[in-house]
């Protein structure tokens, strides 16, 4: 209940702004200034948002755990949608998601009010995994591979 309060009040917040400014400084004015935030909304998505993914297939390779890639790409996310709503308060908060020194921000503003993410961070290259061990019979160890076979349904139409 209190997230939908919150959107609520956001949403309310950002349409008297809106009316408000635009009241004051013309109607294509308004509509200039909405569309240019968008389109360069857009155009900051687009670069972080490949550089991003170069960051998180970086890290996938040297073995780690790309979490802060995986929440940065969420902030972008955010941040778009954010940015498609008519508004200026919208478009700010949007805007500041996709700014990397500004998102940082956001996210301390975010751990301070106790937001945190279901997230596992790992520092350093991924830990050595030993190969597993052979199967010794009778043995019940839960770390050697299972073998065996399956038989498909399908598998006497494919024979032909």
């Known amino acids: 209940m209190p997230i939908l309060l919150f959107i609520s009040l956001f949403t309310l917040l950002d349409f008297v702004l809106l009316f408000t400014v635009g009241s004051r400084i013309g109607l294509l004015a308004t509509l200039a200034l909405v569309l240019g935030t968008g389109f360069i909304g857009l155009h900051l998505i687009r670069k972080e948002g490949v550089s991003t993914l170069a960051r998180a297939r970086q890290r996938m390779q040297m073995g780690e755990i790309p979490s802060q890639e995986v929440l940065t790409g969420a902030t972008l996310i955010f941040g778009g949608a954010l940015l498609l709503a008519p508004g200026f308060l919208s478009d700010a908060l949007g805007i500041a998601c996709l700014l990397p020194s500004a998102r940082q921000l956001l996210l301390k503003l975010m751990a301070w009010l106790g937001v945190k993410a ?19 019979p009778g043995s019940t160890s839960s770390e050697s591979p299972l073998e065996g076979d399956f038989i498909s349904k399908d598998e006497s139409s494919r024979r032909h």
């Open 118 to 136: 279901s997230l596992v961070t790992r520092q350093g290259p991924a830990p050595e995994r030993e190969p597993p061990h052979q199967h010794e």
